[in-house]
């Protein structure tokens, strides 16, 4: 709702009531017309405030509304009739100003903002655009250049830089609605007309053409087929180009385009994907409403490495005491002196002093004896693992949290090597550690709610997004990647080329193809997992294993000294290790070659879909699996870890979203005909879970989990 009140005598108090972030729902939005106008009839009232309840302005549209039938007023009249207002109305921004938000206080006459208030447009993010007029008023209020990086990215600025900008008129670091009131009191009895952004023409620019097609240009590239941060470049070119009235029409023309897509549904299901995952379950029953996680003040990183230096630094920055331990000292000197200059780096971005004193850094792995929570992060080794969770259950004092940070070895095992397996818990980071929003969870049969509400309570104190996953090869990203980098391997051996298996994946928006993304992560990697798992074995017969289809090409390379960028060659070849820049090798195509024809393999027309479709169907036949085995709880935490952790463009919401766009029933045909066609290929094999839903009648994604549950009850 939205509360009217009478303060000072003269000015009317507009208060948006509507936890937890004060959105626009029709019941806000009848209140704020309902409220505009009594303050506007009534005689004493001189001018009008409008503020949120709890320090929150405004969050913007209430997203909850979007795909259900419209009620209430629409926004834009409301802002229109804000202000058409002949008293002046001021918009008092505490907290946040998103979105509808910003646009209700576009619509004021005047904008106060608390200093450590967040503003912006970010309906782009999803799958929108600023359409309550923000794409019309913010470039005639700020200029063109500025309204467009704001619409486009969606980025958040702070009240300094909108005082800059010249978004807000006045930033307080005292009371805003204080402020607002008596800012709105000097102002009263004012001419109005200098202040109706809607009146204003939009900053004219010479090299207007220039200045679109470069946004066009940049947005086409960082956007990867998203469709709205083009149609913001479009509506912001009507502000640019067209009378106020035909650029809103203009922009409700693109909004009616954008409002009813895929892409639209798919980020707003990500958006709400990426909170529901911090309400976490275990199939034990445990869960994070009802398990109290420990406070963290300390803790230790043992293995100063890369993913211990971005792991010490992400700690660090949260203002945590941490001991960074290294046993090789000049390694350990090595790592100081990177550790320190992430944080200068980090701190110069942000305007503040780098958190150095927070660390201390030592070659003694007792010196942690007192700290919460230790995470292991030395090189990914089974043996050197045990060792090093052997040392620390003999220094740790009782109740430390052990974590470790692996990509996929069994957690449980690790856990039998303390006497205290209940306090074990997997802190799966993704590279680089500081910067990487992901942190995979992982809990053991033995490991405690109370450890996992604590492993997931750091990782949103330093800025995670956290999933609680079960123990498993590969836990959860990892796992499902396995058949997808299968699927493009046998599409080599059949006739494809790395090129063409990635500009596909790319196209689909990927940000590497499966090769690209080998190459740069090392293909060693995966070559030590498959030597460890007794997959490379020489003598072995070369395409099969345990027998199932097996592709040595990594393999190979591999013993060729093809790392790939950090030696200069992988699957592409480079100017040099280290270079960045993927260049087809033509050794590589006559090594395919040679290789088809040392198997009696002929090397056939591979297209676009069967590309797709092969990679990406049983990388979510994976995906399907995991919830069967209830090693992550539902879709939504599947799909955060993809786009968050390995790059599937948001648009698309995640690998199990997508599964249900394209339609459950057209998956299990095009797994059921592909796996026809490579009988030796289990990934490709149907799963259970997929053919019950499909049994079930398709249920759209939110309602999988009756079915898992059911699934899982007759297990
Ligand atoms: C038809 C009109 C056409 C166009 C014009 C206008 C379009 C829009 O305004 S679209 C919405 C634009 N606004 C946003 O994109 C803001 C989205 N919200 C956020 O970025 C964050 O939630 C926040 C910065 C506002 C607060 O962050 P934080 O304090 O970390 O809390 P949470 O993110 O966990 O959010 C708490 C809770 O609130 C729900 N929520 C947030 N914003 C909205 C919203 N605009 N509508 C409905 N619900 C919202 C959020 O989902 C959380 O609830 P759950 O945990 O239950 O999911």
Known sequence: MAQYTRISGSVGLITLKNPPVNALSAVVRQGIVDSVERALGEPEVKCLVICGQSGKFCGGADIREFGKKMTGPPLIPVFHAIEAAAKPVVAAIEGIALGGGLELALGCHYRIAHSKAKLGLPEVTLGLLPAAAGSQRLPRLIGVPAALDLITTGRHVTAAEALQLGIVD????HNTVDAAVKFALSVAGQSLD?????????????NLDAVFEAAMQKVRQAARGAIAPVACVQAVRAAATLPYAQGLEREKELMATLFTSGQARALQYSFFAQRAVGRWSMPSGARWDTSKPKPIRKAAVIGLGTMGRGITVGLAQAGLSVVAVETQEKQLMEAKQAVSG?????????????????????????????????????FEDMALKKEVFQQLSAVCRPGTFLCTNTSGLDIDDLASQTPNPELVVGMHFFAPAHVMKLLEVVYGPRSSPQAVATAMQLG????????????????????MLSPY??????????????????????????????????????????????????????????????????????????????????????????????SRVAKPDPWLHSFLEEYRARHGLVARRIDHQEVLERCLYSLINEGFRILEEGIAAGPEDIDVIYVLGYSWPRHRGGPMFYADMVGLTRVLERLEFYHQAHPDVPSLQPCNLLRKLVASGTPPIHRWREVIKKVHSQL
């Open 460 to 479: 949103k104190v330093i800025g995670k997004v956290s999933v609680a996953v079960g123990n498993c090869q590969g836990f959860v990203g990892n796992r």
């Open 194 to 206: 200098a202040r109706r952004i809607s009146t204003f023409p939009c900053p004219r620019l010479s």
């Open 342 to 378: 992430m944080l200068e780096r980090g701190a110069k971005k942000r305007g503040v002093s780098p958190p150095l004193g927070n660390i201390s850094y030592s070659s003694n792995i007792k010196t942690v004896g007192d700290v919460d929570l230790v995470i292991e992060a030395v």
């Open 485 to 578: 980098l299968s699927q493009a391997n046998f599409l080599l051996e059949e006739g494809a080329t790395p090129e063409f298996v990635d500009q596909v994946l790319e196209e689909f928006g990927f940000a590497m193809g499966a090769f690209r993304m080998s190459d740069l992560s090392g293909l060693d990697v995966g070559w030590r997992v498959r030597k460890a798992a007794g997959l490379v074995v020489p003598g072995k017969p070369a395409r099969m294993r345990q027998g199932c289809r097996y592709s040595p090409l990594g393999d190979l390379l591999c013993e060729q000294g093809r790392f790939g960028q950090k030696t200069g060659s992988g699957w592409y070849q480079y100017d040099k290790p280290g």
């Open 170 to 173: 006045q930033v307080t670091d």
